[in-house]
């Protein structure tokens, strides 16, 4: 059984900063893409950004500049640090991972975070 737990949000006011993490433990093989997601109050998720297992990373034009996706593989977690922050940013921040189990486990499986709750005040 794979699990993904984030950690990091929290209150900040406007032109902060917060770092989120997300730890994946079990049954892991290996991890391949990693990315955060958000989803505002009334609004659909929306994803944030992505790292690959090679290391190629994408944002969502409305981080670029203010956010930095990393990832740690020997800890299998991936962090988000988010500078700059906005009250726009505000939104429960949801973890991704594509995980294979085993070795025959060719494209392995998504699983979710149970998501950390960033607000900006203005």
């Known amino acids: 059984q794979v699990q993904l737990v984030e950690s990091g949000g929290g209150l900040v006011q406007a032109g902060g900063s917060l770092r989120l993490s997300c730890a994946a433990s079990g049954s892991i093989f290996s991890i391949t893409a990693m990315a955060w997601y958000r989803q505002a109050p009334g609004k659909q998720r929306e994803l944030v950004a992505t790292?690959?297992?090679?290391?190629?990373?994408n944002y969502a034009d409305s981080v670029k500049g203010r956010f930095t996706i990393s990832r740690d593989d020997a800890k299998n977690t991936v962090y988000l640090q988010m500078n700059s922050l906005k009250a726009e940013d505000t939104a429960v921040y949801y973890c991704?991972?594509?995980?294979?189990?085993?070795?025959?486990?060719?494209?392995?499986?998504?699983?979710w975070g149970q998501g950390t709750q960033v607000t900006v005040s203005s």
């Open positions: 790292v690959t297992g090679g290391g190629t990373i």
């Open positions: 991704n991972a594509r995980i294979r189990e085993s070795r025959s486990d060719l494209y392995g499986n998504p699983y």
